[in-house]
Each structure stands twice: as structure tokens, then as C-alpha cells.
């Protein structure tokens, strides 16, 4: 399949002895010319590449706390050393979160404090040199932002807060990645990360309708466009047909139907990620976001309902209000924004819903946590019903249910391996061995219990699983989402 | 005034302005510096009464070290516990009368400094055999353990095998807050003690002690996780929205 081994997956998880440099050579497609212009940052690394990024290292100082504090703050303790799904399945030691941190600290160090200034031997502190910048690119770019390692840390230093700024200076001196900063230009030319036309998506959505109709006899629509409706939803696009995620958005209709609540899709804010949260630039992030400020504004919904997807939610939970916000057009007896899975419990609390858990009996399930939401975010009133409330509505679904290892669940969840802006073909060894500790996970309840199945509400987790749960001997199609296994439950026409 | 006297009275007002005015520089530059961000990890406390009882829990149990990793938890936990004995012990030395609840812990403070150094051993045991932790280790951090073992054991030898004279030593430093200098014991190991804690002193607000004030402004920890209830926006945020 690849020049590179698949990792073994051990009887007990181990961690392994450090390898120098085993990933120096793994790095991202750098993007091109135009990809970079669209974003505002110059499309070839600039002449005095140096003090333009020590300036910007300063200014982003100047403007995050978080960074600031995180860069003065580390002693090295090695409490993070163990706790990265990459340095894990990949043995080399700058994946380590600290060490991670230190490609970035290191140049810190030297032009920001007194001790690297004038003993840089003794801190550890070097200048900022070509070999660091190819450094910052290769490992920056193996961090997937699930923020793993900030739980552990005595401090709560968040490398993803690190490799943002990191990813932000590298964007701001011409060396930018092509993955995320095409994809943020697709969304301002387009309106969604897949660059999916309007007339497509109306014509996708038809599909859909008619796909539905033929199963269940039902009529359950998938509106788009439709002004006057009481909720906006805002899903990745990976569900208008990626699999398993279409099955989710089916889902999701199949929820509005019998609720009898009325919703739409916008072709303007066609996506729910928002790729901007990877490169760490506010100013692109605003400007993803507020698409979907003017779509409410433009449909004169009451109700914005995100789909299930990771960062997406913890772009719209903890930032939409400050980035996009205040939303005090909308109906303010509800959250603003409200994620599909708070929605669809309520529902199923209120009774609302019926659901035949016997249409899941093929499935013995197990939840991953996707890391944005488990990290990074809320559901519900209380701390932690990002960990209840998915579970709940798997639960009312189908009739098995095993959690995996307590230690690779909730807060302590394994990133999926494909996270912050690393799902691309080019990064395939990363993604793998990324995944380890999360199949290993896997390959633990699926022989104490026998589960077959994973559910996920992340649109990268689900395309990640779907590619590299084969390298582990798993099917590609043991993925699912938790809105695909309400749409198979749910009894359509039962209430009006 | 004999000449060594002069140089360590200056020593400690030079060491303490230093520590106070590097902290406060640092402390400053942390508070004015805004989160633009609701980046708390959750779960988090959805008040702020609950976020000062995570801090809480942070400061006093080191929870967060305690899920990573129980031998870190174990040293740390030892080598500050142990420290903060040790420094509270210390006050006896500055305050006259003497603080009954420094009198008190006058006995636990004389056994903390073998948890303290127990706790250093332990830390420093790691870099060494740990290949992860060794791999992370600069020159610094090891000076800062070998600095801060040899102010733990200058004071234990004081205690246990050369004995300084203890009521000058007090004297020397009232004598410092007063404005009245009084002469400090010429005593070899007192001195090595003081020159390395008025060198500690001195690098605090240079280093990376500074994880000492920068846990209470760690976004992470200090955050209240209600960003839908409540619109959080930085100064320099709100200028983009009225462009």
C-alpha cells in the first residue's frame, strides 16, 4: 500500500523508545502563488524572511495571552512526553508536545528573553535559521491541534495554541500549506470546503430526497435556500456525500421531519468547518465565520443548528459568538449556536422521537470522542455533555454499546490521526501511525465485546477512520456517524 | 562593618529588587496582555467560582500532573510541598516576634527539606534515565536542580552538622528591612547558602520559574467555559469589526 510500515499493534500499549528524526521527512504540499494571495500572505517565502517572522512571533506575543504565558511557562517535567497519538505512533521525539513547543520556544528564547539572548548554549535557545524554518514546517505540521497533551500539562500549555502561531508566522513569511489555504479560498469563491456549486448542492440535496422517499415511503426534504425558516443548519460538506457522513445528514433530516420543525441548508454558508482555526489566523476565521452571520441574516432563520463535525463545533461553540457575534437576532431562547446532537437528544428526552434500537441490532457499537469536541468544547448545560449526550442518543438508537479504555475516552480521547489540516495523501504515514492508539483502543472492545462498529461526529474522523481502518485489518466501512444510526432507528410518521 | 557583610546586604537588595521588579514586569506584561480566545480545556467550570476551585485544585494537588504521570506528581508534589515547609519556616528568620503559625510548623519545616531534596533527586533522576525526558533536558535544566539541591543541602548541613550562628544571621536580616545593618556570620556554608538563594532570587524572573505566576494566567485553566452565554471579545478584535 505505502513505503512505510503500519504499526503493530501490541497486547498492551507501550511506550516506545525515541528514534531521532524517523518523520523529518514528512511534510505537507507547500501552497502555491494564488492559494496564499486569496488569504493575504505573500505567495513565496519573502527576502527578509527572518525579522518578518520575529516580528510576527512578537506581535502574536503582544495579542495571545495563551502564547505568552505557554512560552515562558514550560520546565521541561515531561509530563507531555507520552501523551501525543503522533509521537506514540511515530517514535520520533519532536513529537513530543514539549519538544514540539521547543522548535518555536528555541528562537523565542533567543531573541525575546535575557537568558537566550546572552546564553543560548546553556537555554537551548537558536536563531532562526532555513534548517528551523523546514523544522517548524515538517513538525507544525504533525500536530493535530487535539490538545491532548494540554489536559496533562501541570500548566495547561495547549501545543495547538503553539502550533497555530507557528503555522501563522510560516503562512505570514510565504510558506503556507496547501491543503488548508486552498480550501479557506474555496470557501470564500465557493462557500464550502469541497468548492461544491450551488446548482450541485440543490441537485445533491434532490438526490437525497428521492434516495429517502424510496426507502421509507416518507417524503422528508432537504431544504436549501428556504427563507422564513426557524433553524439554519450548517454541516461539513463531507455530508452532502462522503460515507458514512451523507448517512449522518440523512439522519439529520429524517430529525427535522419528525419534529415537524422547519430548517434549511444556505448555499452561502455550505460548510461548517473552518479551516481557519488550523492555520491560527483570526482574521481568516472571522471572515469564515461571518458567512454564517449573513446567511441567518440573509434566510431570517431564528435558529443556527451546526452538523456534526469537530473543530467545526469548536469554531461555532467557543468562538462564533466572539468572531460573528452577538446573535441577538435569533430566537434567544435557544443556544446560540445549538450542535445537531443537543437537538436530537432533547427531542428523544421530550419523547418527541421514536426509535426502534432492534433497526441497529447488526451493529455492536463503540464512540470515539472526536478531540475538538471532547477538548474544546460543550454540549448541553453541564461540564462534560459532550461526552453524555452523544452516548445518550447512541444509546436510545441501537441496543449495544461499549466504551472503549477509560484512558482513550472523554477528556483523555485519542485524536483520530487526520486532525488539524492533515487529512491529505501526502501525509498517509502520518495518518496511520497517528491512528495507533486509537486502534489499539479499537482492537480492544472489538475482542472483549465484539463491536464492529465505531461512531464518530466529526467529518475528519470519519474520513480519516474510513482510510486507515484498513491498514490495522479493520473494513473501511466499520465507521459511522451517530445521526446514521438515529436515521435507522427512527420510526418515521409516527408523530404529527 | 566587615567588607563581606557589605557585599551581602547588597546582594540581597540588589537579588530582591531584581525578583520583585522582574516579577512584577512579567506579572504586568501577562495581565495586560488580552485573550482574544475562549480556549479553556474542557471540561471546564461554567462559573467562575468554579474556575477558582479548579485553580485551586491545580495549586494545591497539581491535578492535571497528577492524570499525567504518578512519579512526576510524587517529586513535584515532595520537592514544592517540601519548598513551601521550608519557606514558611524561613519567615522565622525576618519577623520579630516570631509568628505563632511559624512556630508551629517550626517542626514539619525541618523535615520538608529532606522531602524537598528527595523530591529533587527524584526529578532529577528522570532526566537521566528516562529517554524521553533526557532527550528535552538543556544544560539549564539541570543547573536549576543542581541549584536548587545545593540551597536544599547548604541549609540541611546548618541544621544538622555545622551549626551557623543563627541569632546574628536573624539579626543580618532584620537588620537589611530596617536600615540598621547588623554583621553577618562569617561561616563558610551560610555563605554559599545565601550567594546561591540571592542567585536564585536573581534568575527567577529569567527563567523558567516563571511557571510560578504564569499558571494563574493560563488561559487554559483560568477560563470560564460560557462562550454562547456570554460575548467575549478582545480590544484588538473589536477593532476588526469596524472596519
Not at chain 1, 70 to 95: E, I, R
Not at chain 1, 212 to 235: C, I, M, Y
Not at chain 1, 242 to 258: M, Q, S
Not at chain 2, 68 to 87: A, D, P, R, T
Request: glycine share 6%.
Amino acid at each position: 500500500m505505502a513505503d512505510f510500515e503500519t504499526p503493530e499493534i501490541k497486547e498492551y500499549p507501550v511506550i516506545p523508545h525515541l528514534q531521532e528524526g524517523v518523520m523529518a521527512h514528512s511534510k505537507p504540499f507547500v501552497a502555491k502563488e494564488e492559494f496564499q494571495e486569496q488569504l493575504g500572505f505573500p505567495g513565496e517565502l519573502v527576502d527578509n524572511w527572518e525579522q518578518v517572522a520575529l516580528d510576527k512571533m512578537q506581535e502574536l506575543t503582544g495579542k495571545y495571552r495563551g502564547f505568552q504565558v505557554f512560552l515562558d511557562s514550560c520546565v521541561k517535567c515531561g509530563a507531555c512526553t507520552d501523551k501525543c497519538h503522533y509521537y506514540l505512533g511515530t517514535t520520533d521525539p519532536k513529537n513530543m508536545p514539549v519538544a514540539r513547543q521547543d522548535l518555536l520556544r528555541k528562537v523565542y528564547r533567543r531573541n525575546f528573553t535575557f537568558a537566550g539572548k546572552y546564553f543560548p548554549k546553556l537555554v537551548g535557545a537558536v536563531d532562526l535559521t532555513k534548517e528551523v524554518l523546514d523544522d517548524w514546517y515538517s513538525y507544525f505540521h504533525q500536530c493535530s491541534q487535539c490538545r491532548r497533551c494540554s489536559v496533562y500539562c501541570p500548566y495547561g500549555i495547549d501545543t495547538a495554541e503553539i502550533s497555530m502561531a507557528a503555522r501563522e508566522i510560516m503562512d505570514c513569511v510565504g510558506v503556507g500549506q496547501k491543503y488548508c489555504n486552498e480550501i479557506i479560498g474555496k470557501v470564500y469563491k465557493i462557500g464550502n470546503n469541497l468548492g461544491l456549486p450551488e446548482p450541485a448542492l440543490v441537485d445533491t440535496l434532490e438526490g437525497l430526497e428521492e434516495e429517502v422517499e424510496e426507502d421509507t415511503g416518507v417524503k422528508v426534504r432537504f431544504p436549501v435556500d428556504e427563507k422564513g425558516a426557524d433553524v439554519l443548519v450548517v454541516t461539513p460538506s463531507a455530508d452532502f456525500f462522503a460515507e458514512p457522513h451523507v448517512d449522518g445528514l440523512i439522519g439529520y433530516a429524517k430529525v427535522f421531519h419528525e419534529a415537524g420543525i422547519s430548517w434549511t441548508l444556505s448555499s452561502h454558508a455550505s460548510e461548517a468547518a473552518n479551516f481557519g482555526m488550523f492555520i491560527g489566523s483570526y482574521e481568516n476565521m472571522r471572515k469564515v465565520s461571518m458567512r454564517i452571520r449573513e446567511a441567518a441574516l440573509d434566510l431570517g432563520v431564528k435558529r443556527i443548528i451546526m452538523g456534526e463535525c469537530g473543530h467545526a463545533w469548536r469554531v461555532a461553540y467557543s468562538f462564533l459568538n466572539t468572531l460573528a457575534g452577538p446573535f441577538d437576532f435569533l430566537d434567544p431562547n435557544y443556544p446560540v449556536p445549538q450542535h445537531i446532537l443537543e437537538f436530537t437528544h432533547d427531542l428523544i428526552q421530550r419523547g418527541a422521537l421514536t426509535l426502534d434500537k432492534s433497526a441497529n441490532d447488526d451493529m455492536i457499537m463503540t464512540y470515539h470522542d472526536s478531540c475538538n469536541v471532547a477538548r474544546a468544547s460543550r454540549m448541553g448545560s453541564r461540564p462534560g455533555g459532550q461526552f453524555t449526550i452523544p452516548r445518550d442518543v447512541i444509546r436510545a438508537s441501537c441496543n449495544h454499546f461499549f466504551d472503549m479504555p477509560q484512558e482513550t475516552i472523554h477528556e483523555a480521547t485519542y485524536c483520530c490521526g487526520g486532525g488539524g489540516g492533515l487529512l491529505t495523501d501526502d501525509l498517509m504515514e502520518l495518518r496511520v501511525k497517528g491512528a495507533l492508539p486509537r486502534m489499539e483502543a479499537l482492537k480492544q472492545v472489538v475482542e472483549e465485546h465484539g463491536v464492529t462498529h465505531m461512531a464518530a461526529i466529526c467529518a475528519i474522523c470519519k474520513s480519516q477512520f474510513s482510510k486507515v481502518l484498513p491498514y490495522y485489518g479493520f473494513t473501511m466501512d466499520s465507521i459511522v456517524s451517530v445521526h446514521q444510526l438515529v436515521s435507522n432507528a427512527i420510526v418515521l410518521g409516527n408523530k404529527q | 562593618m566587615p567588607f563581606l557583610t557589605i557585599v551581602y546586604a547588597l546582594l540581597f537588595y540588589v537579588a530582591t529588587a531584581l525578583l520583585v521588579g522582574g516579577l512584577a514586569y512579567k506579572i504586568r506584561q501577562y495581565a495586560k496582555t488580552p485573550a482574544p480566545l475562549k480556549i479553556p480545556t474542557t471540561p471546564a467550570p461554567v462559573t467562575r467560582s468554579g474556575v477558582a476551585l479548579r485553580m485551586f485544585r491545580e495549586l494545591a494537588f497539581f491535578e492535571s500532573l497528577f492524570k499525567s504521570n504518578k512519579w512526576i506528581w510524587l517529586f513535584g508534589y515532595l520537592f514544592h510541598f517540601g519548598m513551601f515547609l521550608v519557606l514558611a519556616r524561613h519567615l522565622r528568620y525576618f519577623t520579630d516576634p516570631v509568628w505563632t503559625w511559624v512556630d508551629l510548623i517550626q517542626p514539619f519545616g525541618m523535615y520538608a527539606a529532606f522531602a524537598m531534596a528527595a523530591g529533587l533527586a527524584g526529578l532529577w533522576a528522570r532526566r537521566f534515565l528516562v529517554d524521553r525526558v533526557r532527550y528535552i533536558s538543556a544544560l539549564s535544566d539541570h543547573l536549576m536542580l543542581a541549584l536548587l539541591m545545593a540551597i536544599a543541602l547548604t541549609g540541611m548541613a546548618m541544621d544538622y552538622l555545622t551549626h551557623t550562628d543563627i541569632v546574628a544571621v536573624k539579626a543580618f536580616f532584620l537588620g537589611l528591612m530596617y536600615f540598621n545593618w547588623q554583621p553577618l556570620p562569617q561561616d563558610p556554608v551560610l555563605l554559599l547558602h545565601l550567594a546561591l538563594v540571592a542567585a536564585l532570587m536573581i534568575i527567577f524572573p529569567i527563567s523558567k520559574l516563571l511557571h510560578a505566576p504564569g499558571i494563574f494566567f493560563s488561559p487554559t485553566r483560568n477560563q470560564v467555559d460560557n462562550p454562547r452565554e456570554q460575548r467575549h471579545l478582545a480590544p484588538w478584535a473589536a477593532k476588526l469589526e469596524n472596519k
